[in-house]
Nanobody, 125 residues
Framework: QVQLVESGGGLVQPGESLRLSCAAS????????MAWYRQAPGKQRELVAV???????VYDHSVKGRFTISRDSDKNTVSLQMKSLKPEDTAVYYC???????????????????WGQGTQVTVSS
């Protein structure tokens, strides 16, 4: 099992940057692909970025080029660096542990039931 705790959310202005972190406990962390999801008010939770166990990264088209996901297996953490933030990035961001199949070109992510509590990101002037 994996327990996940997100941090780093806050209120920023459009165009600014923010870095989210997810701390994972449990020895199984290196065996999981990790992902960030977000959920805006009144909308479904959506997949934002994924990183596989061997470092393959996949991004939703809406954040590609602006967000960077990374993981540190020594520290059991996964991060999401967000740049050029837009008001439409406003959401609660969740960390998830799951399974990744495929390669950088063709792939699928299968979320397991391990979720953090979420961290609020608000982009507003």
């Amino acid at each position: 099992q994996v327990q996940l705790v997100e941090s780093g959310g806050g209120l920023v202005q459009p165009g600014e940057s923010l870095r989210l972190s997810c701390a994972a406990s449990g020895s199984a962390f290196p065996t999981y692909a990790m992902a960030w999801y977000r959920q805006a008010p009144g909308k479904q939770r959506e997949l934002v970025a994924v990183i596989s166990t061997d470092g393959i990264t996949v991004y939703d088209h809406s954040v590609k080029g602006r967000f960077t996901i990374s993981r540190d297996s020594d520290k059991n953490t996964v991060s999401l660096q967000m740049k050029s933030l837009k008001p439409e990035d406003t959401a609660v961001y969740y960390c998830n542990a799951g399974r990744f199949k495929g390669n950088s070109a063709t792939n699928s992510y299968y979320p397991d039931s391990f979720w953090g509590q979420g961290t609020q990101v608000t982009v507003s002037s």
